[in-house]
């Protein structure tokens, strides 16, 4: 009550994080009691709530901490109450109240893992939905794999029916024990999979393979009104399209039918290293212009990032270069003005290519514009390959490095600017302020694999660039690169650049238009479709 009466004379959006801690040394004051036990609240009363929702409606303190608080830890959002579902069925029947009230309806925001950077996942006031929460309370394990389907031949294969509230790790050990994997991943793998096909799902897979959201088949969606409905893309396909990529804004992925292949055993893994930027993209440029699903020429990944001093070498999402050569890295940053350019690249195998893979690589390495004798490779499992951040970030985690603020900055750039993108952001702004640390990740994608029925904004060019600033910072100074973000933002609108940010952080409604570009009109007329009364994902700051 004492943080609600609060909220409410400071009308704070979102809170400083000293701010944040009083409010949460108010609520633990509140709660916890004589006895230094965590207290519950008294039961919420939200308008129309039955009985079977209101019990698993939880406010105690810890609980309402969990869910102000994302990866980002830059912005903290207080709810009502957090909600514990146990089926789908639960998230309709809570839906479906708030949707029913004959008084303001109260906002629901899904909350995957979490990950989420600017409190997309999080609503003031409203009730979140913890998914991590319905993981532990499914049946089944989640993940349903079905081979060939004879009644629809769109899907000839395989495919797996899974949980939008699983993670993408336990798929893919799930569809390994059938010999199964999907073929488009993100680099992490501890996200939900009602998360990634929120905003589009993206790594080296995708200038092949496309997003995640390129790879579905099938969904079921709680929308906005309380309805349990089955989409594809040509069942109920406006919804279908919609919800990929739509910042959950028109439903709640409930189940999700995804497109699986053979899984690969093992994984060459290649990195060189490149002084000159416009070598390195032209080289990517070429590489992902062979990327037919069934060309077996074609790499199977491809990233780049930026090296700019000695922390780069070996960051904490990949220890990669050989310890001897760490020094002679750091010497060639030094040689080139504090920058080099890596390019990595990835090709599948098992028993049948084991002999082929090497003189495959060799073949698309030719003709290559990278530095001689700055070429590195490991020979990894797959899983190993695909899991390949995760012992970071349980070192991290060890060391109480996980949970520092996260002031990203993901942007996709047509690829006509990306050399204006180098010299007036990496080679200028960035080496100027001279606070990047962390990790910068630079690659090109195929326009064609992506759907432009989907809600997802992308660059209007054949060929667009991911760039992900994907900074940690301390408490104190997370400004600094907020900061950095804004000026980067501002040289790119200076310049009509015409980038998209990806994991989008808005605060307008002009700037969610310019966002969505030629797409905001049906955006905003599958939004007053699928929820009229505006009731999902508050978070994103779009109809707030
Ligand atoms: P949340 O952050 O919890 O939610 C994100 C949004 O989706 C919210 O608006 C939420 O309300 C909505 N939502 C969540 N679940 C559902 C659902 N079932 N139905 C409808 N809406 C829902 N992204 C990439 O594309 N590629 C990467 O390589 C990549 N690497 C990452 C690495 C790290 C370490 C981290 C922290 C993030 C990374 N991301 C990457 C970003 C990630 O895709 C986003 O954080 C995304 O939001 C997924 O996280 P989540 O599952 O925790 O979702």
Same mark, same amino acid.
């Given at each position: 009550?004492?943080?609600?009466?609060?909220?409410?004379?400071?009308?704070a959006?979102?809170?400083?994080?000293?701010?944040?801690?009083?409010?949460l040394?108010?609520?633990?004051?509140?709660?916890?009691?004589?006895?230094?036990?965590?207290?519950?609240?008294?039961?919420?009363?939200?308008?129309?709530?039955?009985?079977?929702?209101?019990?698993k409606?939880?406010?105690?303190?810890e609980?309402?901490?969990?869910?102000?608080?994302?990866?980002?830890?830059?912005?903290?959002?207080?709810?009502?109450?957090?909600?514990? !579902?146990?089926?789908?069925?639960?998230?309709?029947?809570l839906?479906?109240?708030?949707?029913?009230s004959?008084?303001?309806?109260?906002?629901?925001a899904?909350?995957?893992?979490?990950?989420?950077?600017r409190?997309?996942?999080?609503?003031?006031g409203?009730?979140?939905?913890?998914?991590?929460?319905?993981?532990?309370?499914?049946?089944?394990?989640?993940?349903?794999? $079905?081979?060939?389907?004879?009644?629809?031949?769109?899907?000839?294969?395989?495919y797996?029916?899974?949980?939008?509230?699983?993670?993408?790790?336990?798929?893919?050990?799930? $569809?390994?024990?059938?010999?199964l994997?999907?073929?488009?991943?993100?680099?992490?793998?501890?996200l939900?999979?009602?998360?990634?096909?929120?905003?589009?799902?993206?790594?080296?897979?995708?200038?092949?393979?496309?997003?995640?959201?390129?790879?579905?088949?099938?969904?079921?969606?709680? $929308?906005?009104?309380?309805?349990?409905?089955?989409?594809?893309?040509?069942?109920?396909s406006?919804?279908?399209?919609?919800?990929?990529g739509?910042?959950?804004?028109?439903?709640?992925?409930?189940?999700?039918?995804?497109?699986?292949?053979?899984?690969?055993?093992?994984?060459?893994?290649?990195?060189?290293?490149?002084?000159?930027?416009?070598?390195?993209?032209?080289?990517?440029?070429?590489?992902?212009?062979?990327?037919?699903?069934?060309?077996?020429?074609?790499?199977?990944?491809?990233?780049?990032?930026?090296?700019?001093?000695?922390?780069?070498?070996?960051?904490?999402?990949?220890?990669?270069?050989?310890?001897?050569?760490?020094s002679?890295?750091?010497?060639?940053?030094?040689?080139?003005?504090?920058?080099?350019?890596?390019?990595?690249?990835?090709?599948?195998?098992?028993?049948?290519?084991?002999?082929?893979?090497?003189?495959?690589?060799?073949?698309?390495?030719?003709?290559?514009?990278?530095?001689?004798?700055?070429?590195?490779?490991?020979n990894?499992?797959?899983?190993?390959?695909?899991?390949?951040v995760?012992?970071?970030?349980?070192?991290?985690?060890?060391?109480?490095?996980?949970?520092?603020?996260?002031?990203?900055?993901?942007?996709?750039?047509?690829?006509?600017?990306?050399?204006?993108?180098?010299?007036?952001?990496?080679?200028?702004?960035?080496?100027?302020?001279n606070?990047?640390?962390?990790?910068?990740?630079?690659? !090109?994608?195929?326009?064609?694999?992506?759907?432009?029925?989907?809600?997802?904004?992308?660059?209007?060019?054949?060929?667009?660039?991911?760039?992900?600033?994907?900074?940690?910072?301390?408490?104190?100074?997370?400004?600094?690169?907020?900061?950095?973000?804004?000026?980067?933002?501002?040289?790119?609108?200076?310049?009509?650049?015409?980038?998209?940010?990806?994991? !989008?952080?808005?605060?307008?409604?002009?700037?969610?238009?310019?966002?969505?570009?030629?797409?905001?009109?049906?955006?905003?007329e599958?939004?007053l479709?699928?929820?009229?009364?505006?009731?999902?994902?508050?978070g994103?700051?779009?109809?707030?």
């Open positions: 009550m004492l943080i609600h009466l609060y909220l409410q004379i400071k009308g959006e979102n809170y400083p994080f000293y701010t944040y801690l009083t409010l040394l108010i609520t633990m004051i509140s709660t916890v009691g004589k006895t230094g036990q965590w207290k519950t609240l008294p039961p919420l009363e939200l308008p129309t709530v039955n009985n079977n929702i209101s019990q409606l939880h406010n105690d303190c609980t309402i901490t969990l869910a102000s608080r994302d990866y980002g830890n830059i912005v903290h959002e207080l709810p009502a109450a957090v909600f514990h !579902p146990s089926s789908t069925h639960d998230i309709v029947s839906i479906k109240s708030s949707y029913d004959p008084v303001v309806p109260y906002r629901i899904v909350r995957g893992q979490g990950h989420s950077t409190g997309q996942a999080m609503t003031r409203g009730v979140v939905v913890d998914m991590a929460k319905f993981r532990t309370q499914r049946r089944n394990n989640g993940v349903v794999i $079905t081979s060939v389907s004879d009644e629809d031949p769109l899907i000839n294969g395989y797996a029916d899974v949980g939008g509230e699983q993670l993408w790790i336990h798929v893919l050990h799930t $569809t390994l024990e059938h010999g994997a999907p073929v488009s991943w993100t680099d992490y793998l501890y939900t999979v009602g998360g990634t096909l929120s905003n589009a799902g993206i790594s080296g897979q995708s200038f092949r393979y496309g997003p995640q959201i390129s790879n579905v088949h099938e969904m079921d969606v709680v $929308t906005g009104k309380g309805d349990l409905v089955t989409c594809s893309s040509r069942k109920n406006e919804l279908f399209h919609a919800v990929l739509g910042l959950g804004q028109f439903g709640v992925i409930a189940r999700v039918r995804i497109a699986l292949e053979p899984a690969p055993k093992r994984v060459k893994w290649v990195r060189v290293l490149y002084s000159d930027f416009s070598a390195f993209t032209k080289d990517q440029e070429r590489l992902i212009s062979i990327n037919g699903r069934k060309q077996s020429s074609a790499l199977d990944f491809l990233e780049g990032m930026l090296l700019m001093h000695k922390d780069s070498i070996s960051n904490w999402r990949s220890s990669f270069f050989p310890q001897s050569d760490h002679k890295i750091a010497s060639l940053i030094t040689k080139h003005g504090g920058i080099v350019y890596c390019l990595e690249l990835a090709k599948y195998y098992d028993d049948q290519s084991q002999e082929t893979v090497d003189k495959e690589i060799q073949f698309l390495l030719q003709g290559l514009a990278y530095i001689p004798g700055f070429h590195y490779e490991k990894v499992s797959y899983v190993e390959f695909l899991n390949r995760r012992s970071g970030e349980l070192r991290l985690q060890q060391q109480g490095l996980w949970d520092v603020p996260h002031p990203w900055l993901n942007l996709f750039i047509p690829k006509s600017q990306i050399l204006n993108f180098d010299s007036g952001v990496f080679k200028d702004i960035i080496h100027k302020r606070i990047t640390n962390g990790i910068v990740l630079v690659y !090109p994608m195929n326009r064609s694999k992506w759907d432009d029925r989907m809600s997802a904004s992308i660059p209007d060019e054949d060929v667009f660039y991911t760039v992900g600033f994907l900074h940690s910072s301390g408490f104190d100074n997370w400004e600094e690169y907020d900061a950095q973000n804004r000026e980067i933002l501002e040289f790119c609108s200076a310049a009509g650049m015409k980038v998209k940010q990806y994991l !989008p952080n808005h605060r307008t409604q002009e700037d969610w238009k310019t966002h969505f570009g030629t797409k905001w009109g049906s955006f905003l599958r939004k479709k699928f929820d009229p009364r505006m009731i999902l994902s508050p994103q700051k779009i109809f707030a």
